[in-house]
Structures are given as C-alpha cells and as structure tokens.
C-alpha cells in the first residue's frame, strides 16, 4: 500500500490505496473552510497551524496499515509554501521511521489522475484543469510527457468565482455559492464582458471580468445594498461569461488537436454548469467527455495516491534529505514538469 498525504492549500488529507487492486482503502479529508471563511479566503499561516492539528488527527487512523506500507508520496509543488511543509515534514519522518521510499507528488498531476482513481489511466487526453490556482488547458500524451498548451495570464477560474462572491457578499468557498445563485438568476440581465474575444491569443484572463463584476456591484448600491435577485441575477450573468471565454478559446484547442479523449479536472470542474457546457462542445467536435466523481473535483490525498501508484511503479523516489517545495501558483505555456 502507499500512503499519500495532501496539504497544498486549506485540506488536510491522507489515503491509503492498495498497489495492486488501485483500491482505496482509507481517505479522509479535514476542511478549513469554516475558519478561512470570515476572511473571504485562505490565510496562509493559518493553514498551516490547522494542518499540524489536523494531519496527525488523521494519521492516527491509519496506523492499522503502517506493517503494509511500501511507499510515502506527499505533494511538493505547486502551493502554498507554509502549507506544503507541513504535508513534507510528516512523509518524511514516516519514510525514515518505517523505513520506506518517499514519493514526490505535482499537485497538478495529482488533479489529472483524479480521473483514474481506482481504474486503469486512460490516455493520451486532453485536459482543462480549473482550480483555485489554476486555469490551464493540458496535452497529456503520457506518464512523462504533459505540455501546457493554454494557460491564464492572470486570475484563475476559482479565484475569480471567490473574489466575485466576495463583492457581493456571498461567502467563502465562492465556487458553489456563485453557482447555486446562478440558477435563481438571468444571465442575460448584465452585459458582461467575455475576456480575449476579439484576441488571436490562446489563452485565458479573467482580471478584466473580475473588474467588470465589480463596478455592477457598485452599480447596484454596493453588495450591502443589493437584492437577491440582483446577486442571482449577476452570478448567472459572470458564470455566462466564463463559460463563453472557456469554450472559445477550447475550442481554437479542438481546432488542432486530434485527441479524442478530453477531461475536466479541478475545484471548479464540478460545476455542473461548465460541464454541461463542455458536454455540448465535445459532441460537436466528436470528443469524449471526461469528469472525476464530485468527491474527488476539490484537493484531496487520494488523487494524490493514485499518481503515486504509476510513480512508484517507475520508482521515481527521492532521498528524504533532499524533499523541497515548489510554492510556485501560476506556470507558463511548456511542460508540466
């Protein structure tokens, strides 16, 4: 079995999955959105003193499994540095104590093999990975090889969701508040702007929409002064836009690329919205539509378990002594290293 532990952001996260069956025979995920949410988002130190509470709270669970360990695997990059040390501390006291290698996991790729959680991978496929961090468009050819072919030049998807909730006083995580509002709403009441329209480039932007969501808040009165209708209506209204921008610029991808296969993955796949979207996009193009179980959309350690089982069967493991964080957010077009 290898034990995997999550800890890039705001989830503290541990699973432990069988080698040979890819089973996952232990997982559970500690939230913070509860404590992070009087802020409107994720405070860094903060997070990383409830994930030393948290992550040992968890690992004493899984003592049970430590005789049938074979391997550590624990996210290294990308995140938020005093969060992923924490994650890094634990793997690397637990792979020396018990004597085992330790996996180095990329959270990105973590999120691609949430798609082939107790299942065989499946690829070459394309990849939209929209997350709180995130908002890229990946070739995924293999195990090695993985090139970003679009990516955002500023805000990502879910960051853009969170800072538009927060305008209109929503809440915290925004995600799912913007788009239960949504479906109260008319998308059509706000002219939005749909970022990059007019522009050859491949590639996303959402600061300017984010702007855009901003001054109709304040056209409205504010958010203490808004109605419900007008926050649902606006929700409706931004979630339009960034679906639009989102399928024109996949589809100047589809245009170009013959793999078939194509998948969601991320925080903000989950919204069902965007989904459905992409589903009509697919079928015009004659692609398969891809999409990890709900459970597994936001940061959780079983995706990370499940790229470790492919790692460790190329043994790509590291010296305990030499582990080190990539706390890198954003990444330019080139490869997923």
């Given amino acids: 079995m290898i034990l995997s532990i999550e800890s890039s952001c705001d989830d503290s996260a541990i699973a432990i999955t069988e080698i040979d069956t890819k089973k996952i025979l232990y997982h559970k995920k500690i939230s913070q959105e509860a404590e992070h949410c009087v802020y ?3 405070v860094p130190e903060l997070a990383s003193r ?3 509470v948290a992550l040992p709270e968890i690992l004493a669970e899984t003592k049970p499994y430590f005789s049938q360990l074979k391997a ?3 996210t290294n990059q990308p995140g938020l540095g005093v969060t992923l040390l924490e994650g890094i501390a634990m793997a690397k006291t637990l792979a020396v104590l018990l004597n085992i290698p330790l996996l180095p996991i990329h959270h990105l790729k973590g999120h691609i093999y949430s798609l082939f ?3 065989d991978s499946l690829l070459p496929l394309l990849v939209l990975l929209i997350s709180g961090g995130h908002t890229q468009v990946i070739r995924v050819e293999s195990f090695e090889r993985m090139e970003i072919l679009a990516t955002s030049m500023d805000d990502s998807i879910g960051e853009s969701f969170d800072k538009c909730a927060k305008m209109m006083g ?3 995580p925004g995600g799912p508040l913007v788009e239960a509002l949504a479906k109260e709403g008319d998308e059509d009441r706000f002219d939005l702007p749909v970022p990059l329209r007019n ?3 491949i590639a996303f932007s959402l600061s300017g929409l984010k702007n855009a969501v901003r001054l109709k808040v304040e056209a ?3 958010k203490e002064n808004m109605s419900h209708q007008d926050r649902a209506d606006l ?3 931004f979630q339009k836009a960034v679906k639009l921008h989102l399928l024109q610029k996949s589809k100047k991808i589809f245009e170009k690329e013959d793999i078939k296969d194509f998948a969601i993955v991320g925080g903000a796949s989950a919204n069902q919205y965007i989904r459905d979207a992409y589903q009509g996009l697919c079928a015009k193009f004659g692609k398969t539509l891809h999409v990890a179980p709900l459970e597994y959309c936001s940061d959780n350690a079983a995706m990370i378990g499940r790229y470790a089982l492919d790692a460790y069967a190329k043994e790509l493991f590291i010296d305990p002594d030499i582990i080190d964080i990539v706390s890198t957010k954003k990444q330019c077009s080139g490869m997923l290293l």
């Fill in 50 to 52: 409830l994930h030393a």
């Fill in 235 to 237: 929700c409706a209204s």
């Fill in 199 to 201: 522009s050859p480039l």
């Fill in 220 to 222: 409205c009165g504010g």
């Fill in 170 to 172: 929503l809440g915290y």
């Fill in 72 to 74: 550590i695997a624990v």
């Fill in 40 to 42: 409107g988002g994720v």
């Fill in 117 to 119: 959680i107790e299942k």
